[in-house]
T-cell receptor, first 114, second 111 residues
């Protein structure tokens, strides 16, 4: 158990509304990641963080923003949700130390945009 | 972006059979990871590989880091019903902390 929780676990929202997903970790790891999972695409990186207030874009960052004001929390915001953002969103943490780059995933948030 | 080609896309096998899947790329990777995902849950790390040629086992699972550093293989011996799920490979490029994921192999087991 990597001590990662995500909230909410399920959400239905309307097109054009803002949505914020939360990832919380209990183990004080430096690196945190947001992915989306869609059939046939595996997991695609949206944004990641390498420390408080330090974030960078992944391969599918358009339409998303992130914030990390505390080590334990990493927020993903859809500024104006669109139907193409219907997906399952996973948060991950990395226990990066030395040569270890393993990532551990949370339980996911299923988001439906109608 | 970088791509990992994972095959096969799906497998439907008899309980007790061995399973093989692989990931290939045109890029060189420094780390290969294999994950399993059950329905409605997040991926769970099975095996991590860090050196070219490395062969690592975890119970009935064995994974190898290809010599060219552009591929990796996962074998499951004597499959059982609880092996059902989606298996993902992931690679870390030579620099940075980001992973690239394959599209997954769906494994179904007939008991």
């Amino acid at each position: 158990d990597a001590g990662i929780t995500q909230s909410p676990r399920h959400k239905v929202t309307e097109t054009g509304t803002p949505v914020t997903l939360r990832c919380h970790q209990t183990e004080n790891h430096r690196y945190m990641y947001w992915y989306r999972q869609d059939p046939g695409h595996g997991l695609r990186l949206i944004h990641y963080s390498y420390g408080v207030k330090d974030t960078d874009k992944g391969e599918v960052s358009d339409g998303y923003s992130v914030s990390r004001s505390k080590t334990e929390d990493f927020l993903l915001t859809l500024e104006s949700a669109t139907s193409s953002q219907t997906s399952v969103y996973f948060c991950a943490i990395s226990k990066t130390s030395g040569s270890s780059y393993e990532q551990y995933f949370g339980p996911g948030t299923r988001l439906t945009v109608t | 972006g970088q791509q990992l080609n994972q095959s096969p896309q799906s497998m439907f096998i008899q309980e007790g059979e061995d399973v093989s899947m692989n990931c290939t790329s045109s890029s060189i990777f420094n780390t290969w990871l294999w994950y399993k995902q059950d329905p409605g849950e997040g991926p769970v790390l099975l095996i991590a590989l860090y050196k070219a040629g490395e062969l690592t086992s975890n119970g009935r699972l064995t994974a190898q880091f290809g010599i060219t550093r552009k591929d990796s293989f996962l074998n499951i011996s004597a499959s059982i019903p609880s092996d059902v799920g989606i298996y993902f490979c992931a690679g870390r490029l030579e620099y940075g902390n980001k992973l690239v994921f394959g599209a997954g192999t769906i494994l179904r087991v007939k008991s």
